[in-house]
Nanobody, 126 residues
Framework: VQLQASGGGLVQAGSSLRLSCAAS????????MGWFRQAPGNEREFVAS????????IYADSVKGRFTISRDNAKNTVYLKLNSLKPEDTAVYYC????????????????????WGQGTQVTVSS
């Protein structure tokens, strides 16, 4: 599967953005999807994951309550809504896909994802 992330930009603190990740192929609904981010000088870190059917989601503590992951299997797209953005949210955001059998599986580990998008830059100014 190929992933194409978009929707990043330069915004002020407190603003919102919605990132999108479009997937190719006809089996999108068989993949658990995740979002990760990497800030300059830092390792890539987990942000959020959503199960194949979309009923189960998990978040990093740093974004819980501010970010929302969702998916539209009919459109082969996963979204990440970023609210109340902070300067520390500045990073390149990556979407990732993992082929899974359990319908409600979610994953936090980068090593669990097989496919990665190219990343989209989010910059939050103070």
């Amino acid at each position: 599967v190929q992933l194409q992330a978009s929707g990043g930009g330069l915004v002020q603190a407190g603003s919102s953005l919605r990132l999108s990740c479009a997937a190719s192929g006809r089996t999108f609904s068989r993949y658990t999807m995740g979002w990760f981010r990497q800030a300059p000088g830092n390792e890539r870190e987990f942000v959020a994951s959503i199960s194949r059917g979309g009923r189960t989601t998990i978040y990093a503590d740093s974004v819980k309550g501010r970010f929302t992951i969702s998916r539209d299997n009919a459109k082969n797209t996963v979204y990440l809504k970023l609210n109340s953005l902070k300067p520390e949210d500045t990073a390149v955001y990556y979407c990732a896909a993992a082929f899974t059998y359990p319908r409600e599986a979610t994953m936090r580990g980068q090593w669990e994802y097989e496919y990665w998008g190219q990343g989209t830059q989010v910059t939050v100014s103070s």
